[in-house]
């Protein structure tokens, strides 16, 4: 079993920037491939970055790239989520979400994630 949590989230303004964190328990951390997801009001929850298992390959959205940045720290069991150049659209609930699969492929779908965090919300004000 792993338990995430995030942290970082809050209200920023336009052009402004944030960092989530997500802090996994296990000490199989390193063997897990990571993600963040996020869910605005009335929408699906939608892939925003992934990273694999030994940090080798990378992933964003269209809707983020050159502006979001994920890294892990396997010796702090950490996974982050670098936000700049927030927009208003970026407003929304941010999941991190793991699975334990040692592949360099980065996994954009919510359904190859089992373990989930409870979220935290990134408010952007225009």
């Known amino acids: 079993q792993v338990q995430l949590v995030e942290s970082g989230g809050g209200l920023v303004q336009a052009g402004g920037s944030l960092r989530l964190s997500c802090a996994a328990s296990g000490r199989t951390f390193s063997s897990y491939a990571m993600g963040w997801f996020r869910q605005a009001p009335g929408k699906e929850r939608e892939f925003v970055s992934g990273?694999?298992?030994?940090?080798?390959?990378?992933y964003y959205a269209d809707s983020v790239k050159g502006r979001f940045t994920i890294s892990r720290d396997n010796a702090k069991n950490t996974v982050y989520l670098q936000m700049n150049s927030l927009k208003p659209e970026d407003t929304a609930v941010y999941y991190c979400a793991a699975v334990g699969v040692r592949s360099p492929r980065v996994l954009v779908s919510q359904s190859e994630y089992n373990y989930w965090g409870q979220g935290t919300q990134v408010t952007v004000s225009a």
């Open positions: 990273i694999s298992w030994s940090g080798g390959s990378t």
